[in-house]
């Protein structure tokens, strides 16, 4: 242990003054500046909607002053984004597949950036179609699938990736605040691409978990702000493709009893929504398999998750409610190189939960709905194949339309559709 301390030690010297500095603030939960935000005594940042004073979820008090003894607080209202809000408080959270970055993707990034007269690398037309859907949520979060080399590179793709981190900047450019990062591709390139990929996600200003630069890290709880809730995020692994992390710290490992005691402790932070991303399943199935059955029931049996979701087959799975909460399996790609041998590697699900506060100040899904996506190429575009299509013809109406009915054949396959799950038609919302 000590040779492999000693050995690290060189690497993370640029992140001891940051510790240093947490240390000294007695930050135990998160590391300020690495996308964690764990706030021990719950108290919220102040927002436009939301009074400094004020926790989100509780009746707050209108008008100056503080209200007499007895008197009952009335509740601030806050709709958010998305569907009209059928309650006084309300916030959407949007959330997409693998961005798994290959050759072709990259390629088209250069000539991207060579239209638009700009050196390097641009992956925003790439990721552009997203854009208007994640404008439509108060919180959007993506999947950082594999590790980022320098902006130069070397870049590489399957099967040891070392992907451009301009992906990371476009994810930032389109509108997502966070992102997870544990899959088993995040120690690809060991300590020395985690490190990379962790540090290009604070450089763009985005928010993650599931992976970590030291162990005071891993103990903290991604927390973000909406104008109307705190969202606790909790993501880990099934593996790791047989790859021993130089800690074990490093990449939280799918394991219930363990994703259950952080949602416990987000919930002590104060975290209104927690939710749940496991990265598992069978790659190119239509089904989830045991695993991940039997992880996300347990989950939702604990009571402390709003929602549990999942990427990495690389195909979309159904939606399931169970016992009443939403499980969204399999969401499959964000962004991918076009397989010509499997299909369905070149669809994806977007999905946008919409959370509601009652009147006894419990937050629930009030909404659900998900969008299909494809991937095409010349150029390489994601693109809705939505029934209302808001980008217009993506691979054309033939195959657009059969790509929709077998995403939603899949999706509604264990009842979503009975229990309100639907499709996403963000062309039709004001």
């Not at 927002?47 to 707050?60: D, E, L």
């Not at 209202?77 to 309300?90: D, N, Q």
């Not at 793709?157 to 389109?174: D, L």
């Not at 606790?232 to 259950?260: C, F, H, K, R, S």
């Given at each position: 242990?000590?040779?492999?301390?000693?050995?690290?030690?060189?690497?993370?010297?640029?992140?001891?003054?940051?510790?240093?500095?947490?240390?000294?603030?007695?930050?135990?939960?998160?590391?300020?500046?690495?996308g964690?935000?764990?706030?021990?005594?719950?108290?919220p940042?102040?927002?436009?909607?939301?009074?400094?004073?004020?926790?989100?979820?509780?009746?707050?008090?209108?008008g100056?002053?503080t209200?007499?003894?007895?008197?009952?607080?009335?509740?601030?209202?806050?709709?958010?984004?998305?569907?009209?809000?059928?309650?006084?408080r309300?916030?959407?959270?949007?959330?997409t597949?693998?961005?798994?970055?290959?050759?072709?993707?990259w390629?088209?990034?250069?000539?991207?950036?060579?239209?638009?007269?700009?050196?390097?690398?641009?992956?925003?037309?790439?990721?552009?179609?997203?854009?208007?859907?994640?404008?439509?949520?108060?919180?959007?979060?993506?999947?950082?699938?594999?590790?980022v080399?320098?902006?130069?590179?070397?870049f590489s793709?399957y099967?040891?990736f070392?992907?451009?981190?301009?992906?990371?900047?476009?994810?930032?450019?389109?509108?997502?605040?966070?992102?997870?990062?544990?899959?088993?591709?995040?120690?690809d390139?060991?300590?020395d691409?985690?490190?990379?990929?962790?540090?290009?996600?604070?450089a763009?200003?985005?928010?993650?978990?599931?992976?970590?630069?030291?162990?005071?890290?891993?103990?903290g709880?991604?927390?973000?702000?909406?104008?109307?809730?705190?969202?606790?995020?909790?993501q880990?692994?099934?593996?790791?493709?047989?790859?021993?992390?130089?800690?074990?710290w490093?990449?939280?490992?799918?394991?219930a009893?363990?994703m259950?005691?952080?949602?416990?402790?987000?919930?002590?932070?104060?975290?209104?929504?927690?939710?749940?991303?496991?990265?598992?399943?069978?790659?190119?199935?239509s089904?989830?398999?045991?695993?991940?059955?039997?992880?996300?029931?347990?989950?939702?049996?604990s009571?402390?998750?709003?929602?549990?979701y999942?990427?990495?087959?690389?195909?979309?799975?159904?939606?399931?409610?169970?016992?009443?909460?939403?499980?969204v399996?399999?969401?499959?790609?964000?962004?991918?190189?076009?397989?010509?041998?499997?299909v369905?590697?070149?669809?994806?699900?977007?999905?946008?939960?919409?959370?509601?506060?009652?009147?006894?100040?419990?937050?629930?899904?009030?909404?659900?709905?998900?969008?299909?996506?494809?991937?095409?190429?010349?150029?390489?575009?994601?693109?809705?194949?939505?029934?209302?299509?808001?980008?217009g013809?993506?691979?054309?109406?033939?195959?657009?339309?059969?790509?929709?009915?077998?995403?939603?054949?899949?999706?509604?396959?264990?009842?979503a559709?009975?229990a309100g799950?639907?499709?996403?038609?963000?062309?039709?919302?004001?």
């Amino acid at each position: 242990m000590g040779t492999i301390a000693a050995r690290a030690a060189g690497r993370w010297r640029a992140h001891a003054v940051a510790l240093s500095l947490a240390g000294a603030l007695g930050l135990t939960g998160a590391l300020a500046g690495c996308g964690l935000l764990a706030e021990q005594n719950g108290t919220p940042p102040q927002t436009a909607s939301q009074p400094a004073t004020a926790r989100p979820g509780t009746a707050q008090p209108t008008g100056a002053g503080t209200p007499s003894p007895g008197a009952t607080p009335t509740p601030v209202p806050t709709p958010g984004k998305g569907p009209a809000c059928p309650v006084l408080r309300c916030t959407s959270v949007l959330v997409t597949g693998d961005m798994l970055v290959h050759t072709q993707l990259w390629q088209q990034a250069q000539q991207d950036a060579a239209a638009a007269g700009s050196p390097g690398l641009d992956f925003v037309p790439l990721l552009e179609g997203q854009r208007r859907y994640i404008s439509r949520s108060d919180l959007a979060i993506c999947h950082q699938e594999t590790p980022v080399a320098g902006p130069e590179g070397p870049f590489s793709a399957y099967p040891s990736f070392n992907v451009p981190p301009q992906i990371i900047s476009a994810s930032k450019a389109v509108g997502y605040q966070a992102c997870t990062t544990a899959s088993n591709h995040t120690i690809d390139r060991g300590t020395d691409g985690l490190l990379r990929t962790l540090d290009a996600l604070d450089a763009a200003g985005l928010k993650h978990t599931g992976s970590y630069r030291t162990e005071n890290e891993s103990h903290g709880i991604l927390i973000v702000q909406t104008p109307a809730a705190k969202v606790a995020v909790i993501q880990a692994t099934y593996g790791l493709n047989g790859l021993i992390p130089e800690y074990p710290w490093q990449v939280d490992m799918l394991d219930a009893p363990a994703m259950i005691a952080k949602a416990e402790k987000a919930r002590a932070l104060g975290a209104d929504i927690v939710l749940a991303a496991m990265h598992a399943g069978d790659e190119y199935a239509s089904a989830p398999n045991a695993q991940q059955q039997e992880i996300a029931h347990a989950l939702a049996d604990s009571g402390q998750f709003n929602l549990v979701y999942g990427h990495h087959t690389h195909s979309v799975l159904p939606i399931e409610n169970y016992n009443g909460t939403w499980i969204v399996y399999g969401l499959g790609n964000g962004v991918t190189e076009l397989s010509p041998w499997y299909v369905v590697n070149n669809e994806g699900l977007l999905v946008r939960a919409q959370f509601g506060q009652d009147g006894s100040g419990k937050w629930s899904v009030t909404d659900l709905a998900w969008a299909p996506s494809v991937i095409v190429r010349d150029p390489y575009r994601w693109c809705s194949v939505a029934s209302d299509a808001p980008q217009g013809p993506c691979a054309g109406q033939e195959a657009d339309a059969a790509t929709r009915q077998r995403t939603q054949a899949v999706v509604e396959s264990m009842g979503a559709a009975a229990a309100g799950a639907h499709e996403l038609l963000i062309s039709r919302e004001p």
